[in-house]
Every structure is written in structure tokens, then in C-alpha cells.
């Protein structure tokens, strides 16, 4: 057999794009990815951001990210209702009729949501340090000046990465609600206490690995884009265990 068989062609392509644009839900969670994002970070930054050095955060390339601890839980929702969609009202089963070939129809999926993540990351991450960055006066970090430029591109992939590693793992659990409801307090909590208790450990988690190439100096033994290259190991791993669950479980 061709190792090509299992490529997704256009005709699938289209019709998971057309999945996911008919369903409200997923829209909203992908448009919120930007809005969210960039409308706090700019909201925040307009509110604080001239009072003082350092008012944003002790990192000031960091603190220009600051609105992503709010976007990425919209990046998680995407993710996740992307691909929980298939496992309601028999959606998996009717897919599976029109391409027969598993791997192939889950390959189609993981594109076309990790093709829109990355679109949307990318105009997200652009639009929250402009934005951000208009409203910090003299305290205002430049495109040019060190590490910006590749910031930008590096929050655009963690959303990607992180948009991936939910739809991975709502391939597995076969529900976002679970997913949500596993991931959402573990990046805005758990994720900060192993950080206090074990800062060795913690530097690992998908997460902490993936933010390092938004902070100005590296933390740890991770660069910036170690730190992405770790974050792209649980990716995969989490997709690759979606990949096994769609081919072997029952439709």
C-alpha cells in the first residue's frame, strides 16, 4: 500500500472545515482565542501599565502575554469541541461512513483544527503585543527590540501546540466537558503549585515548557524553543493516544 493511503485529500479536508464552522460553539471558543486574549491584555495594559516599571509583571516581555492566561482556556475549548463533536448523536459513525479509513479521517481533523489554531494564534499573539504594547508609554517594548519578534511567533505556536494537546485528549476521553474540566484548573492552578513545590519537575509540565520562549531570559535548563520542542513531545503524545483510541475503539 501507497504510504500516501493515509493522507487526507481536499474533499476531506473540506468537510471537516465545514464541521467545524457549522457549529456555534467551536467558532466562538476559536474567535475567542483573539478577543479574549488580545482584549484583556490591552485592557489590562491600558488600566496598569503606565503606572510604573514593572507594573505588568516582573518580566516585561512576559507581561506582554499577560491576556494568555485567559485566551488559552478559549484554545482549550476549541480543541476540545472540535473533536468531542464526533462522539455525540452517532457523528462518528456517519463520518466514518463517508472515510472509511480512520487514520485518515483523524489526520483530516488534527490539520484542519491544528491549520486554524495556528492561523488564529498567530494574528492573536501580533494583535496582544501591538495592542498591549500602545497603552505602556515609556515603558513600551518594540518588534525589534530583543526576543519580541520571536515571542510573538512562539505564542502563536503554543496556542497551536496547546490547542492540539486538548483535541488529543478529547479523542481519548471522548468528551470536552471532561477535558475541560481536567485541563482548564490544571494550567490555571495545579500546574503554579507543583511550580512552587517542585520548580525542577514543574519546568517540564506542557505548560511552563511552553512559555518560556515569551520570557526575555530562560528559566531553568529550558530554552525558548526547548522549551516548545518539550511542549511539542506532549502534543504528541497526546494525539498520538487519540489516534489509537479512534482506531480501535468502537464507533
Excluded at 471558543?29 to 483573539?34: Q, T, V
Amino acid at each position: 500500500m501507497s504510504t500516501t493511503g493515509f493522507l487526507p485529500t481536499a474533499p476531506v479536508l473540506r468537510s471537516e472545515w465545514i464541521k467545524i464552522r457549522s457549529l456555534r460553539s467551536t467558532v466562538g471558543a476559536l474567535l475567542a482565542i483573539l478577543l479574549t486574549t488580545a482584549g484583556i491584555q490591552t485592557l489590562t495594559a491600558a488600566a496598569i501599565g503606565t503606572a510604573e516599571a514593572g507594573s505588568m509583571g516582573d518580566d516585561p516581555l512576559l507581561a506582554a502575554y499577560y491576556g494568555l492566561n485567559f485566551g488559552q482556556i478559549a484554545a482549550i475549548a476549541f480543541g476540545a469541541t472540535a473533536v468531542a463533536g464526533e462522539f455525540h448523536n452517532a457523528g462518528l459513525r456517519i463520518t466514518l461512513t463517508a472515510v472509511p479509513d480512520r487514520t485518515r479521517f483523524y489526520l483530516a481533523k488534527i490539520a484542519t483544527i491544528g491549520g486554524l489554531a495556528f492561523l488564529v494564534g498567530q494574528v492573536t499573539a501580533l494583535a496582544t503585543f501591538l495592542g498591549g504594547q500602545a497603552q505602556m508609554g515609556p515603558y513600551t517594548i518594540h518588534l525589534g527590540d530583543p526576543g519580541a519578534l520571536r515571542s510573538v511567533i512562539g505564542c502563536g505556536v503554543y496556542l497551536t501546540l496547546l490547542t492540539l494537546f486538548a483535541a488529543g485528549l478529547t479523542a481519548v476521553i471522548r468528551s470536552a466537558a471532561a477535558v475541560l474540566s481536567l485541563l482548564v484548573p490544571f494550567f490555571l492552578l495545579v500546574s503554579f503549585v507543583i511550580a512552587a513545590k517542585t520548580s525542577g519537575v514543574a519546568q517540564f509540565l506542557p505548560d511552563r515548557a511552553g512559555q518560556v520562549i515569551l520570557r526575555s531570559e530562560p528559566e531553568g535548563v529550558l530554552g525558548p524553543w526547548t522549551g516548545l520542542g518539550v511542549m511539542a513531545l506532549w502534543t504528541v503524545a497526546a494525539l498520538a493516544g487519540g489516534w489509537l483510541a479512534v482506531r480501535r475503539r468502537d464507533a
